[in-house]
Structures are given as C-alpha cells and as structure tokens.
C-alpha cells in the first residue's frame, strides 16, 4: 500500500508563489507517474501536472509557464513549484501516484490547500 504525504499548502498573495512536495512511501514499486490535481468549491478535480518516471511532463493549459513539476525518483518525491500565481488557483490540492503492479493502482494523498488573495 502506497503512502502519498503532501506538504507546502499555504495563503499567498496574487503574484506570489509557493511550492508543494508530495513523498510516496509504502511501496515496492516506483510509480510510473506521479502528479497534482486540483479541485476548486463547487468544481471537478482536474490535472494540473503530471511527470513519468522517465521525465515526460503534462501541464494544464491554465498554469502552462507558471507551474513547474519536477520529480526526485530516488526519493519517490514529486514537487511542483507555482509561480504568479492567480486567485483561480485557489484550490485543494492532491497528489497522485499511478503503480503499476500486474495493473494499475492509484493513490490520492489527503490534500493541502492552496489560497491565493487578490
């Protein structure tokens, strides 16, 4: 069983920016990719980045030159570094990990909350 520990949440003003680290532990197995989403009062979880253990990144078109993943594959560390941030990138954040193991597995951490002020 995975373990997904997210930490670096936290309120920042607009333009601002803050970093978010996410540690899977538990595993046998590195996961193939890891990532973050993001999920807004009143509104869907959606990606906002994810990075393969090769390195292959995938942005939302939304944080697309502000937000920058990155991943520590020998500590099983995902980061994800926002910088100018916006009021609409106040949300929940969760990290996601994909094993997989004769299938695919995934796992959510808990979440850690972004708000950005205007």
């Known amino acids: 069983q995975v373990q997904l520990v997210e930490s670096g949440g936290g309120l920042v003003q607009a333009g601002g920016s803050l970093r978010l680290s996410c540690a899977a532990s538990?595993?046998?197995?590195?996961?193939?990719?890891m990532g973050w989403y993001r999920q807004a009062p009143g509104k869907q979880r959606e990606l906002v980045a994810s990075i393969t253990r090769g390195g292959s990144t995938n942005y939302a078109d939304s944080v697309k030159g502000r937000f920058t993943i990155s991943r520590d594959n020998a500590k099983n560390t995902v980061y994800l570094q926002m910088n100018g941030l916006k009021p609409e990138d106040t949300a929940v954040y969760y990290c996601?990990?994909?094993?997989?193991?004769?299938?695919?597995?995934?796992?959510w951490g808990q979440g850690t909350q972004v708000t950005v002020s205007s």
């Open positions: 996601h990990a994909v094993v997989v193991i004769m299938k695919i597995h995934e796992y």
């Open positions: 538990g595993g046998v197995f590195s996961p193939v990719s």
